[in-house]
């Protein structure tokens, strides 16, 4: 591994387009290699080993194309598979994902906080250890979205179908006054602005990219990895699925405003 060599990114499918995009805001000067995985999307409804193995899939592609650091830009691989990659490749620095309770928690100590994700990352242990790190700090409610980030791999942001979706799916959690909602899985911060109109302007509406970010920072300053050139660095965009109007719809979501 080399300084010079691109940072790896993955996900499920479109959604890590999201941490990438904070990736690229603190680390101007670094490259990055992108590959969402949207032949088997969603990972969130596959059984824990399917997941695992997907993961590993997706780690050996882009380690076969140079990367000096994998960020598991999903919060369901994180979950399944991050353990498993880490004892796989114990010299790469692997950085994984979870929903920002802890910031929530920090923000609105006492209050009520709703966790959107997808139903294997509630249920993996490593959420259950979260909430059980935070659950006397204030009340947290989660609410599984099966389905939800299927919207964003096609494209749909708004409209009747999204918004008829997320009533269902949050205002049975909507009755008490909500003081923060995360967002638990990287596709829902393109989602973002549909789930306002359905909390309303009261709660923060809290993603975990930044923290992404800065935590690859570090990884790669500690290793001595970091790419010494302040800006100028690439991204390239890849994808399991050759599908040129999906490639288009990555560009756009990485240059999309949030």
Known sequence: ???????????????????????????????????????HAPYGDRPLQEVQALSADAAAWLLARGVKAIVIACNTATSAAAAF??????DLPIIGTEPALKPAVERHPG???????TEMTLHEQKFRRLLEQFQDRAAVDPVPCPGLMEFVERGVFSGPQLKAYLKAHLQPHLAAPVDAVVLGC??????RGAIR????????????SGGIARQTQRRLQ?????NPRPTGGSITLCNSLDDPALLR?????????L
Not at 111 to 117: D, E, P, Q, S, W
Not at 197 to 208: A, M, N, S, T, Y
């Open 249 to 257: 719809r990555m560009e756009l979501l990485l240059r999309c405003p």
């Open 197 to 208: 109109q359905i909390v309303g302007p009261r709660p923060e509406i809290l993603d975990g």
């Open 1 to 39: 591994m080399a300084c010079t060599d691109p940072v790896g990114v993955f996900d499920s499918g479109l959604g890590g387009i999201s941490v990438l995009r904070a990736l690229r805001n603190w680390m101007p000067g670094e490259d990055f290699l992108y590959y969402g995985d949207s032949r």
């Open 111 to 117: 209050g009520r906080i709703l966790v959107l994700a």
């Open 186 to 191: 990287t596709h829902y911060p393109f989602l």
């Open 222 to 226: 500690a290793r001595d990895l970091s």
């Open 85 to 90: 990659l880490r004892e796989t490749y114990p």
